[in-house]
């Protein structure tokens, strides 16, 4: 959760329970017990890539306590787990109790599960939501704890159980993927080195624009997108992939994209925090969404040269920063929605609600409802805040928020939980806007033209577009069209929209 009204705060201690490290290969035998270990005598571990789990507590044969680690170098934040069981008996039934969790609000109290895979079933799925439970300890300081129940139900040798707080996406998984496309030596995309992190991992940075795009002394329109700020969200990292699978394909959207906006992507802006299993923070415990006005080179390495390389584009004189929208996920809200800001400037800010407008028409899942704009003075250090400051009135930023859960797509009453193939379909609906907002807004910047995009060339679909985006659709729990409003002027928002 990046930067919502609702941000994490943490709570101020980790209690008596301070827990550091992860375990490693650590067998849970029975208080007393001295014999050989057996089946059945649990060996949890997350001593691995995004691994995070502080302590087990053996309550009974079948109940464990968890404890989270907490963010490197930051004790307020505990949240993100992901660890792994083995040695298990066949048919074992255990209840797990996550115990020391740093946030008490949570999704856990709409359904959400975590999600497991095992070493024969090796797709996430979730656990079923009857079988978890959230609620408020007396056991445990009053502390909100998430228990599951969980059947071991495939018990060959080496099934390995792997559970985890949301589908996990690390840095190496990052790494392989990029790897992969470089391979494919496509000539518009680019990777670069912004700089290398405390830790040595790679800050990444990629450009995606047609070949010509490189040289040529041209106005350009650059669209900046970053994410994994906060590196237990890894949802963002799907819809980053999906984004970044879209853009870089052979569809013809694609191509007209490549050919009028120069991409520039920073996929994992907080990689050891990533590497780490940190939720929140950095390796030193910063919470770099809250630095971007003066980060350090030394303490925020990655946010430093990230804003480095804007601050140059910025004064570029052949270069517009049309947009920058930051991706991150949010552990207290269904949907898909936006962050935006509050300008003095009616019009700039009026014009800020026409880009999360066009993703409620593409995206299903994307709700305007939660899509909020605001000024609040704790949000000054985040990305979206801090160049809506800088950047010219004719730019937008924005945070883009994905529910750690679930969504409502407007035609069932009942939430559908998020895959990992869902988080990416996010990526290629956002990509799918910019074409319909570069299509539809040509007053707002001078290229690259309507004409440019192959809808306006078909009349008919053009008009079958606009119809769309201008009409009536409306469904239930904030799921809009565009209401009221037509694309040319720019719609207007209502003041009820408005925070
Ligand atoms: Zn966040």
Redesign the pocket.
């Known amino acids: 959760?990046?930067d919502g009204k609702r941000a994490d705060s943490g709570s101020s201690d980790s209690g008596d329970d301070a827990v550091v490290g992860n375990v490693n290969k650590l067998l849970v035998l029975p208080p007393g017990y001295s014999g050989k270990p057996k089946k059945g005598h649990l060996i949890f571990d997350a001593c691995f890539e995004s691994g995070n789990l502080g302590r087990v507590d053996y309550i009974t044969e079948h109940e464990y306590d968890l404890f989270v680690r907490p963010d490197t170098c930051n004790p307020r934040f505990r949240v993100w787990f992901n660890f792994t069981v083995e040695n298990v008996r066949p048919d074992q039934r255990v209840i797990f109790n996550v115990v020391n969790f740093s946030k008490t609000k949570s999704l856990y109290r709409e359904g959400m599960s975590p999600v497991v895979k095992s070493t024969s079933r090796p797709k996430w799925q979730r656990i079923p939501s009857k079988t978890v439970y959230y609620y408020r300890c007396p056991d445990h300081r009053k502390n909100y704890v998430m228990s599951f129940l969980f059947c071991f139900d495939r018990a060959e040798e080496n099934e390995v159980y792997h559970f985890s707080y949301s589908y996990p996406y690390t840095y190496s998984r990052l790494q392989t993927y990029l790897e992969r496309i470089e391979k494919k030596q496509l000539n518009y995309f680019k990777r670069d080195l912004l700089t290398l992190t405390v830790q040595q991992r790679r800050l990444d940075l990629l450009t995606i624009t047609a070949h010509e795009n490189f040289n040529d002394s041209d106005r350009k329109n650059v669209v900046f997108v970053t994410s994994r700020?906060?590196p237990g969200?890894s949802p963002a990292s799907h819809i980053v992939q999906g984004f970044l699978d879209f853009i870089l394909s052979s569809h013809p959207v694609a191509r007209v994209l490549r050919e009028n906006i120069v991409f520039k992507v920073v996929p994992m802006l907080n990689p050891d925090g990533v590497y780490l299993g940190n939720y929140r923070c950095s390796l030193m415990g910063f919470d770099l969404?809250r630095h971007w006005q003066d980060p350090s080179p030394w303490a925020h390495p990655t946010l430093h040269a990230t804003k480095q390389y804007l601050m140059n584009l910025h004064s570029s004189p052949d270069i517009d920063i049309d947009f920058y929208i930051d991706i991150?996920?949010h552990s207290t809200l269904s949907n898909c929605f936006m962050y935006g800001n509050i300008y003095d400037d009616e019009d700039r800010f009026q014009r800020q609600a026409v880009f999360p407008r066009l993703m409620c028409s593409n995206a299903d899942d994307f709700s305007f409802a939660n899509t909020a704009f605001n000024r609040d003075v704790v949000k000054a250090g985040t990305g979206r805040r801090f160049l809506g400051g800088i950047l010219d009135e004719s730019s937008y930023c924005y945070t883009l928020e994905v529910s750690f859960y679930n969504y409502f797509n407007g035609l069932s009453p009942n939430p559908i939980p998020y895959t990992e193939e869902t988080y990416m379909r996010i990526g290629r609906n956002l990509a799918k806007t910019f074409t319909d907002y570069y299509k539809l807004t040509p007053q707002l910047v001078p290229k690259p033209t309507a004409s440019s995009f192959p809808y306006n060339r078909d009349k008919e679909k053009s008009k079958k577009k606009l119809s769309r985006v201008s009409g009536n659709s409306t469904s239930s729990n904030g799921h809009s069209g565009i209401r009221n409003t037509t694309i040319s002027p720019i719609p207007r928002l209502r003041q009820r929209d408005r925070p």
């Open positions: 959760m990046g700020v906060h969200e969404n991150h996920a």
